[in-house]
């Protein structure tokens, strides 16, 4: 898949099949997150991979609309040492699309409880961790059969000034 196609098709799933995804699949997700940009290279991201089926439930537990990722092979909190979300924004885009590139789908959940988070995973006190991510094989319909949902090109871009 070309990282055009990649872009335009990908979509969130929050249903996914029982099907495990090979570790060395989830290693080639991993490793395109630790290729992403950030800020003067400073890279200030940890990711917490969690499999455990009991882990994963009680993950989903720490945010509000973090439900699907109880149903996920997988999923992996991105720990943010800076406190500045961009550059976490960027990683999780990374491990988003290679993902979808090796047949593996994703969501994004917010993890509004942190200190029920940190506990669960032994995350220290100054660390933010208010971003995870589900990855599994997709029980829902193709993207390419549902709408995208954006705002027309036009409706978004100015040239020169607002
Ligand atoms: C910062 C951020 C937080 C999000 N949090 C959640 C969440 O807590 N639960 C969820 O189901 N989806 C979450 N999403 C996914 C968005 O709802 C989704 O990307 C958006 O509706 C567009 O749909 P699409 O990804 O299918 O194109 C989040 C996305 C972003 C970028």
Redo the contacts with the bound molecule.
């Keep these: 898949m070309n990282t055009l196609d990649a872009i335009r098709t990908?979509?969130?799933v929050?249903k996914f099949t029982e099907e495990s995804v090979p570790e060395e699949t989830i290693l080639q997700i991993l490793d395109a997150g630790r290729h992403s940009q950030s800020s003067k290279n400073n890279q200030p991201w940890t990711f917490v991979l969690v499999q455990d089926k009991e882990h994963l439930k009680a993950l989903s537990e720490c945010?509000?609309?973090?439900?699907?990722i109880a149903g996920a092979d997988f999923a992996v909190v991105l720990v943010d040492h800076s406190n500045w979300s961009f550059d976490i924004?960027q990683a999780?885009a990374y491990l988003q699309l290679a993902a979808w590139d090796l047949g593996v789908s994703s969501?994004?959940?917010?993890f509004g409880l942190q200190d029920k988070l940190k506990d669960l995973l032994g995350i220290p006190p100054g660390a933010v961790a208010e971003?995870g991510i589900s990855f599994g094989y997709s029980a829902e319909e193709p993207?390419s059969l549902r709408k995208?949902?954006?705002k027309p090109l036009e409706d978004i871009l100015k040239r020169e000034h607002w």
Excluded at 63 to 68: D, L, P, R, V
């Design positions: 990908k979509g969130s929050r945010g509000t609309y973090a439900g699907h924004g999780a969501c994004i959940a917010y971003i993207r995208s949902g954006r």
